[in-house]
């Protein structure tokens, strides 16, 4: 069985820094795309970060240079370190997987509307609150 177990959200304050970590079982995130995205106070997700199968990464513009994604594959978990925290990063963070299997079921999104980058299977999310 596939799942995605988030940790580490948190409130903290403007210009903190905080991780948060997705650990999965049933895959490989090594071989997988991992993503992860938020949703604010609508229902639709934008898309934070990719990390994919051969190491490349990705941010929106609203993140780089203050977020960063890795992958621990000896314990098959993907980070997202969150630094100098915004209020418009307030959100519950999703971690999302594509192991590349081709065509799967999948899990149920969590929000409405397309996606920047289709995956396959999502956690339950992490909620971020930053106060200024």
């Known amino acids: 069985e596939v799942q995605l177990v988030e940790s580490g959200g948190c409130s903290v304050q403007s210009g903190g820094s905080l991780r948060i970590s997705c650990t999965a079982s049933?895959?490989?995130?090594?071989?997988?795309?991992m993503a992860w995205y938020r949703r604010g106070s609508g229902n639709e997700c934008e898309l934070v970060s990719t990390i994919r199968h051969d190491g490349e990464t990705f941010y929106t513009p609203l993140v780089k240079g203050r977020f960063t994604a890795a992958t621990d594959s000896s314990k098959n978990t993907v980070y997202l370190d969150l630094n100098n925290l915004k209020p418009e990063d307030t959100g519950v963070y999703y971690c999302a997987a594509d192991p590349r299997w081709g065509v799967v079921a999948g899990s149920a999104r969590p929000c409405s509307g397309p996606l920047s980058d289709p995956m396959d299977y999502w956690g339950k999310g992490n909620l971020v609150t930053i106060s200024s």
């Open positions: 049933g895959f490989d995130v090594a071989t997988s795309d």
